[in-house]
């Protein structure tokens, strides 16, 4: 839905995972004599004069964060204000577009982006009221006069390298003055028992949040695939293919059909693998890496240990995986549709794990985003994998490799999203004390209440 045009926006838009001090920059109104930064709704901090720049520190923890910018003239009466969220799912390229403009002589509307890899636009294309503009500063777009009375539609699309696209569409004049579109926010919840007794009802600050909405809808699976895992994997099939009767064929790649179906995949469940090995980002200040990964996997195409055998990323720039990493991608990967989710992490014995984050901080971060996360060792269990993870699951076995499945595929079909309404930050959300048959999803402990009757 296209909101109204404002005065305030964030010119630094923030995209990847990221803690520590940020850089800041703001494009507030002329009147604007303090630009104020609230964190999660508390000050964090104040830009003193123009150009609005500075930093914030958002602390040394992975965690979703509220970052609003207030702009208040000499007086302190409020001018406007700009909300951006951090460390939620986002798509890889984004678009924000401020007005400065009057009805008599038109004006500019600037333009601030960014892409997962740090890349500018290649190309930027504006429209009003569906007449081409001509942009000659795609940062800051020239607009005609207009009539004040009528209401206007502005469109701006970007076009990345790698067919990334953002758009971003803004109504002004008119009676037009406030956005009346209703926010929503997802929570997943587990069922204790077949269904829940009563209301899902939900907590926000100490206030009590009715559902719009209980559905189950589709599963997104992510998975983080260590390549040195793949050798115990070719085991299992090896396994498979001893006891079935009259094959005699090496467990090579030709030979894998006999293990189609491993493990399939519960109905309406999305699969994606992701390879820990990071491609660089073009401007590597930037502080995010880049990780290859599949399209979205299904049922129909095999199941789960098929997917991961067959399943080869591009050739490998070197050096050992980065697995902390790449699963706070797919945490986020996994939360980004507001479905029903699941990371796994499939490691491999040895190695070092150079991610710029660890495994106990990205755990928090998966716990805040309330998305569960299950760790498998095919063969035997590197005690350094436990130590960095927690709880790890051997697979010494083809049966061992299928009991877990079935386990991460029941919690998968027990989870429920339950629709509340405005923005909230996930890890604020709790359960309402009447809530009964329902936990809250953090992650898949054994301690799990079991699926009963």
Same mark, same amino acid.
Request: charged share 20%; glycine share 8%; hydrophobic share 45%.
């Given at each position: 839905m296209p909101s109204?045009?404002? %005065?305030? &926006?964030?010119?630094?838009?923030?995209?990847?995972? $990221?803690?520590?001090?940020?850089?800041?920059?703001?494009?507030?109104p002329p009147a604007t004599a303090r630009v104020e930064l609230l964190l999660d709704g508390r000050p964090a901090g104040a830009l003193a004069g123009p150009p609005w720049t500075g930093t914030l520190d958002v602390g040394p923890e992975i965690a979703p964060h509220e970052v609003i910018a207030v702009a208040r003239d000499a007086a302190g009466e409020e001018l406007g204000r700009a909300r951006q969220w951090l460390n939620l799912p986002q798509p890889p390229a984004i678009l924000d577009v401020t007005l400065q403009v009057t009805p008599e002589k038109g004006g500019v509307a600037r333009v601030a982006w960014a892409a997962v890899e740090g890349v500018a636009p290649r190309e930027v294309r504006a429209t009003l009221d569906g007449a081409p503009l001509a942009v000659r500063?795609?940062?800051?777009?020239? %607009?005609? &006069?207009?009539?004040?009375?009528?209401?206007?539609? $502005?469109?701006v699309e970007a076009a990345f390298p790698g067919d990334l696209t953002a758009s971003r569409e803004l109504v002004f004049g008119g009676a037009l003055a406030e956005e009346t579109s209703t926010e929503l926010t997802a929570v997943p919840v587990l069922l204790a028992g077949r269904r829940p007794a009563g209301e899902i009802a939900v907590m926000a600050s100490g206030r009590r949040l009715a559902p719009f909405a209980v559905e189950e809808g589709d599963a997104d699976l992510v998975v983080v695939f260590d390549p040195g895992a793949r050798a115990a994997l070719r085991g299992m099939i090896g396994e498979l293919l001893r006891r079935a009767p009259g094959v005699t064929r090496a467990p090579t790649a030709s030979s894998w059909v006999d293990g189609r179906h491993v493990a399939r995949l519960p109905p309406q469940t999305r699969l994606r693998v992701i390879w820990p090995v990071a491609r660089q980002p073009a401007r590597p200040e930037l502080r995010w890496e880049v990780f290859p990964y599949t399209p979205e996997l299904s049922r129909w195409e095999g199941g789960l240990l098929w997917h991961l055998l067959l399943s080869d990323g591009p050739p490998a720039a070197g050096g050992d995986p980065a697995l902390a990493d790449a699963v706070a991608l797919a945490g986020r990967m996994a939360a980004q549709n507001a479905r029903r989710r699941a990371v796994l992490l499939v490691v491999a014995p040895g190695g070092r794990d150079p991610s710029h984050f660890s495994a106990g901080a990205v755990r928090r971060y998966l716990e805040r985003l309330r998305v569960p996360l299950r760790v498998w060792a095919p063969g035997k269990v590197d005690p350094a994998a436990a130590a960095a993870w927690g709880e790890v699951e051997p697979l010494p076995h083809l049966a061992g490799f299928e009991r877990a499945a079935k386990r991460l595929f029941e919690h998968l079909e027990r989870?429920?999203?339950?629709?509340?309404?405005?923005?909230?930050?996930?890890?604020?959300?709790?359960?309402?004390?009447?809530?009964?048959?329902?936990?809250?999803?953090?992650?898949l402990d054994s301690d799990t209440p079991r699926l009963r009757d």
């Amino acid at each position: 839905m296209p909101s109204t045009g404002k %005065l305030v &926006a964030f010119v630094s838009l923030w995209l990847g995972i $990221l803690n520590g001090t940020l850089p800041v920059e703001v494009l507030a109104p002329p009147a604007t004599a303090r630009v104020e930064l609230l964190l999660d709704g508390r000050p964090a901090g104040a830009l003193a004069g123009p150009p609005w720049t500075g930093t914030l520190d958002v602390g040394p923890e992975i965690a979703p964060h509220e970052v609003i910018a207030v702009a208040r003239d000499a007086a302190g009466e409020e001018l406007g204000r700009a909300r951006q969220w951090l460390n939620l799912p986002q798509p890889p390229a984004i678009l924000d577009v401020t007005l400065q403009v009057t009805p008599e002589k038109g004006g500019v509307a600037r333009v601030a982006w960014a892409a997962v890899e740090g890349v500018a636009p290649r190309e930027v294309r504006a429209t009003l009221d569906g007449a081409p503009l001509a942009v000659r500063d795609p940062a800051a777009i020239a %607009l005609p &006069a207009y009539d004040p009375d009528s209401p206007h539609l $502005l469109r701006v699309e970007a076009a990345f390298p790698g067919d990334l696209t953002a758009s971003r569409e803004l109504v002004f004049g008119g009676a037009l003055a406030e956005e009346t579109s209703t926010e929503l926010t997802a929570v997943p919840v587990l069922l204790a028992g077949r269904r829940p007794a009563g209301e899902i009802a939900v907590m926000a600050s100490g206030r009590r949040l009715a559902p719009f909405a209980v559905e189950e809808g589709d599963a997104d699976l992510v998975v983080v695939f260590d390549p040195g895992a793949r050798a115990a994997l070719r085991g299992m099939i090896g396994e498979l293919l001893r006891r079935a009767p009259g094959v005699t064929r090496a467990p090579t790649a030709s030979s894998w059909v006999d293990g189609r179906h491993v493990a399939r995949l519960p109905p309406q469940t999305r699969l994606r693998v992701i390879w820990p090995v990071a491609r660089q980002p073009a401007r590597p200040e930037l502080r995010w890496e880049v990780f290859p990964y599949t399209p979205e996997l299904s049922r129909w195409e095999g199941g789960l240990l098929w997917h991961l055998l067959l399943s080869d990323g591009p050739p490998a720039a070197g050096g050992d995986p980065a697995l902390a990493d790449a699963v706070a991608l797919a945490g986020r990967m996994a939360a980004q549709n507001a479905r029903r989710r699941a990371v796994l992490l499939v490691v491999a014995p040895g190695g070092r794990d150079p991610s710029h984050f660890s495994a106990g901080a990205v755990r928090r971060y998966l716990e805040r985003l309330r998305v569960p996360l299950r760790v498998w060792a095919p063969g035997k269990v590197d005690p350094a994998a436990a130590a960095a993870w927690g709880e790890v699951e051997p697979l010494p076995h083809l049966a061992g490799f299928e009991r877990a499945a079935k386990r991460l595929f029941e919690h998968l079909e027990r989870q429920r999203i339950v629709w509340v309404a405005g923005a909230h930050l996930p890890q604020e959300l709790t359960l309402a004390p009447e809530a009964r048959g329902v936990v809250p999803i953090a992650t898949l402990d054994s301690d799990t209440p079991r699926l009963r009757d």
